[in-house]
Each structure stands twice: as C-alpha cells, then as structure tokens.
C-alpha cells in the first residue's frame, strides 16, 4: 500500500441488522493533512471513526490506518493514532500532570520522556500555575486543548478528534485550531469531526457524510465551486438537507 | 507491566480522591458490625416468665425450681388465670407463661398423660419462637429425667452445638463479611467501570494499546485489596467487640475470601458490561448481589426454613457457599477437608464468571 498516505478506506462499509450506518465509504487522507469529516447526526460520521480506530470491526470493506490494516493490525494501529472523543479522554479527578503521566505509561513513554513531554505541554498551553489542580476545575476549552495535548502525547502519525471543541467560544476555538495546525506541521494527520463551519473552512480537504455515504470531498474552495455557493454552510444545507435547500 | 502499573496508581488516586465513597467504604465493615451485633439479636435474655397454677404440688415445685435456676428466665410471679396472663402480656410485664393442668402429679401418678402449656408473647416472631422453644426445653428435660425412674439417673444438658451461648453475634458475622466483600467487589466495580463509560475515558483507554485484560486488572485490582482489608476489619472487630472466635485456620479464610471476592468482581465486571450508566449498575448490583447475600445466603434468615424453591435459588447465590464456609471455619474450625465441596463451588462460580467477564468485555471492542 501506498506510503504517503494516513488514511486509506475502501468500500469501507458497517451495518448494525438491518441499518447500515457506513455504506461503502472510500477516501484517503495524506501525510500532515487536516482532513475534516462532515455531516448531519445520525450521518455515520461516530460509526466510520470507531472502525478507522479498532474499535469497531468493519462489516465489509477495508481500511489502512498509518500503514496498518484495522481488521488484521489492530494493535499496531494502535500504537500509533491518538484519539479525542467528543466527551473528552481525561480523568476530572487527576490532575493535569497526572493525566499526562497515566497515558506516557499507558503508552509506554519512559519516565524521563513523559516528564520532558509534561513540562513541554504545560509551557504550551500556560498550564503550568495549574499544574496541580484537578482537571474538573479548569475551564472548558483548557480541558479541551490538554485533552488534544494528552492525545498527540506519544507523538502519534494520525489523531481522530470526534467534535473536539464543542461548547466553547470563538477564541478558543481559534486557539485550539492553531494547536490543530501545528500538530499537522509536525507530520501528524488530523481527522476532525464538527458541526461548526467556520471550522470547516480550516480543513485542507474535507468530506460531507449523508445517510451513511460520502455525499462529497474536496477542498472547501472546490466544494463551494463544485454547489456553485460561497460557503461551505451552504453546501453543507444542500446535501444534508436537500429538500430545504432547494426550497430556499 | 509499566502501563498496568500507571493503571493501578490512577484507579487508588480515583478512589483516595472520592473521600465519600472512600468513608463509606472504610466505615461499611466498621458500622454493620456494630449496628448487626447490637441491634438485630436473635438470642433472647431475662425472658419474664409467670405460671399459672391451679393447684401446687410437687411436680409443678419441681418444674418452677428448674425455670427459677435457669439464667435465661426471670419469674416475675404466678397468675390466677389464663386472662391475667393475656393481661399481663399485654402490657409487658410478661413474655412466657407456663400453664399447669389442675391436678398434674395425681395424673402422672396414675399413668395419665399430663398436660403443661406454654405461651409465648410472638410480636416478633422471632424471639417469640426462641423464648417458647427455651421453655419446652426446660420442661423436656424434667419429663425425661423422671421418666427414668429406675436405674441411671439421667441429667440432660442441653447444649447448642459451635455456638455455645447460642450468641447471635457468631451466626451474624460471617454473612457479614459476606455482605461487605459484596458490595467492594461487584457493587464498587460495577460502579467504577461504568463511570469510565459515562465520562467517555473507556473509550480512550480501549483505543489505546493496553490490552482488554490489562484495563480489568488495573480496574478491579484496588477493589480486591479493599475487599481484603473489609475481611480483615470484621473479624478482628467482631473479636474484640463481641468475641466472636476464630477456631479455624486463619489463611484459609483469607484464601476462601479471595476466592469470594473474585466471584464478586466477575459479577460486577457482568453488570458493568451490560449497563451505560452508573445508576442503572447501582440497581443491578443492589438486586443482582446485595439483596440475594442479604436474603438467600443464610446470613440473617435460615435456609432451612425456606419454601423449596427459594432453596433451590439459593444454590446459585455465591454468599451462601461463602458463608457455609466462613462458619466452618470460624466457628467450627473445618478444614478444607471437610469444605471442599463448597470451594469447589466457589472455585467453579469464579471460572466461569470470569470467563463470562471477560468475554463479555471483548465482546465491547468489536
């Protein structure tokens, strides 16, 4: 298989019963590419994401995650993506340092390594007064961009984030989409799943997910040329919504 | 083995941090010894007793000389009749009477079945019950020391076997333990793995490289060692509070003890498996192993006097093997020679929850 690539999906497909959530969905994702992953709840968007990252087996279909097939590789995927659920990945009773120190183990970072890697975080991010305090008392998107920091900790080839930064206001979503970028300057591969569309138009490529099939993928510059729109909201409300959008 | 360590160290700081739980949990061995010990006796004292006695000779001087010698019962007097002695219990100044027949010796003598009634006051059953059997006895032993006339003399001791003051406190404590080691292990785990699922971190931790095995012993591991030290706590206090003894070997009720805990961890691993919420895992925990440990182990009620069916269901509540076992040995002091068939059991009850457990947490993963 191609070495560039960060993500490689083919007829990647998921079927719960009778209802099929993911039908067949192929797209690729490159090296240092932050890739955004669209579409309305329900779309299929949670579904493909669990399979991309083991922790749903495919129903037919394949997919290769840094290199690695997610049916047969599972554990070496593993090793080398991150992952930030929408209902963050840390521990509101641990400290920051504690949360960073429980998966440098977990991912098998010496100690010396996850000290480094801690100081390093916590000067990022001006953490380092709160270094002590208990992740339930920091604001929002504090939790939220240590949780990205937590994710990227052993410095993995690919991080899924499922709606990082919801609930949080412009300016720190602005702050956490510069975490997002110099992530990808390092190599990292972003796959970001949102609802907001401003976010959307950060996205070097992205696809827009309907009733469990991509509905379309490009660059925000070619989706909007592609719907003849001047938003990616707009293109967004014509293929989830179709209907509507060809009344409005 | 790093990775299983951070494990460990984070689930202790989960728990030292949850000062309320911690309390509890700490506190549960402590309070249900004394609160069991103190408040729910079954071994009744001092039982006023009152005769009725319609006419004195000396069958009926002897049998109110054995009642008057027996320290359990306090004769508080002789009633003219059967509605003074109604009286009399109705306003509690009376718990047994002793009704003789008129004319008792002249009917033994001459070959008559006497007749002697007892009557108990049973607004608690239980105690009612125990206060009428402590009185046939007393009157047992008189009929069956003069029945032998010629010959031996026969003097019965009545004597309640590996509980020799037939003190409530030894039947209590080791359901007691039961009950503790249930609710640290499947209650506290349930709880522990659910909440994982709720905030989302389950998820972060099964996208991670740690094995399925390694999540479940980093999760339950702490609570076994608090499982362990609820064990230890109940039966030094029952010791020194209400001198429950421990005939037997004191390993092989730790070692039975894991092996009750490991069940129990099983269970609450099943819960977690099949519940998303903390609440409805507290509910299944509560009716799944806290109230079969309370009811059908034997603990408080016994099993003996239960419908067949309710027996029946008993054979697969993991708390009456435990218990059997943790009486032998504390009271008794049985050995694994003669409690094999229940370890066994247990051991079976532990492999195949286990086994159940942990395929139910695979099952999670794909």
Request: cysteine-free; glycine content about 8%; charged content about 20%.
């Given at each position: 298989m191609s070495g560039e690539l960060a993500i490689e999906a083919r007829e990647l497909s998921r079927s719960f019963g009778d209802f099929t959530?993911?039908?067949r969905i192929t797209f690729s994702v490159g090296v240092g590419e932050v890739f955004g992953f669209l579409g309305a709840n329900g779309a299929g968007k949670t579904t493909a994401i669990r399979m991309l990252t083991g922790l749903l087996a495919p129903s037919s279909g394949d997919a290769r995650v840094a290199g690695f097939d997610v049916s047969r590789e599972s554990e070496q995927v593993k090793q080398h993506i991150g992952y930030m659920s929408q209902r963050f990945s840390?521990?509101?009773?641990?400290t920051a340092s504690e949360n960073i120190r429980l998966y440098g183990g977990i991912y098998g970072l010496s100690r010396a390594e996850t000290r480094t890697r801690t100081e390093r975080i916590l000067a990022r991010l001006g953490l380092e007064q709160a270094?002590?305090?208990?992740?339930?008392?920091?604001?929002l998107g504090w939790k939220q961009k240590l949780a990205f920091s937590v994710a990227l900790l052993h410095q993995p080839k690919v991080v899924f984030l499922d709606e990082?930064?919801?609930?949080?206001?412009p300016v720190t979503r602005r702050q956490f989409w510069e975490l997002i970028y110099e992530a990808a300057r390092g190599g990292t591969s972003v796959l970001v799943t949102t609802h907001y569309m401003d976010e959307a138009e950060y996205c070097d490529r992205l696809s827009i997910m309907v009733a469990g099939r991509i509905g379309a993928i490009g660059t925000p510059g070619e989706l909007k040329v592609q719907f003849g729109v001047d938003s990616i909201d707009q293109v967004f409300v014509r293929l989830a919504r179709p209907a509507e959008g060809a009344a409005a | 083995m790093n990775e299983l360590l951070g494990l460990l160290r984070k689930e202790c700081l989960h728990i030292l941090r949850d000062r309320r739980t911690l309390v509890v949990l700490v506190m549960l061995p402590i309070v249900q010894v004394i609160l069991f010990g103190f408040a729910i006796r079954t071994d009744v004292q001092d039982i006023k007793l009152v005769f009725v006695e319609p006419s004195p000779d000396a069958v009926t001087q002897a049998i109110r000389n054995r009642f008057a010698g027996n320290s359990v019962f306090e004769v508080v007097g002789t009633a003219r009749d059967v509605p003074e002695v109604d009286r009399m219990m109705a306003a509690g100044s009376a718990q047994v009477a002793v009704i003789f027949e008129s004319g008792l010796a002249g009917r033994l003598a001459g070959g008559l079945p006497g007749r002697i009634q007892i009557v108990a006051d049973a607004a608690e059953p239980n105690s009612g019950t125990s206060r009428q059997s402590y009185a046939s006895a007393v009157i047992e032993g008189y009929a069956r020391e003069t029945v032998v006339r010629s010959g031996i003399r026969i003097v019965p001791q009545v004597r309640v076997r590996f509980n020799p003051t037939a003190e409530s406190a030894n039947l209590f404590v080791p359901g007691l333990m039961a009950m503790v080691l249930t609710i640290t292990a499947a209650l506290m785990t349930a709880l522990s793995l659910t909440r994982e699922k709720e905030t989302g971190t389950m998820e972060t931790l099964l996208v991670s490289p740690l094995r399925p095995w390694q999540i479940i012993i980093g999760k339950v591991a702490p609570y076994l060692v608090i499982g362990l030290i609820g064990l230890l706590a109940v039966v030094i206090e029952a010791r020194l509070i209400f001198h429950v003894p421990l005939v037997g070997s004191f390993m092989l009720l730790v070692a039975e003890g894991l092996l009750f805990i490991l069940v129990s961890l099983s269970l609450g691993i099943l819960i977690s498996a099949r519940t998303a919420s903390q609440r409805v895992a507290m509910m299944a925990a509560l009716v799944g192993t806290m109230l079969p440990t309370l009811m059908?182990?034997?603990?408080?009620?016994?099993?003996?006097?239960?419908?067949t069916v309710l027996q029946w269901v008993s054979l697969v509540v993991p708390a009456r093997w435990f218990v059997a076992i943790a009486r032998g040995i504390m009271l008794k002091g049985t050995g694994l020679t003669y409690l094999w068939p229940e370890t066994l059991i247990l051991l079976g009850m532990a492999i195949v929850l286990l086994t159940l457990s942990a395929r139910s947490f695979r099952v999670r993963l794909e």
């Open positions: 959530a993911v039908d840390l521990y509101d009773d641990l270094s002590k305090v208990q992740v339930r008392s920091l604001p990082p930064t919801g609930g949080v206001d | 059908l182990s034997g603990f408080i009620f016994p099993l003996e006097s239960m419908p």
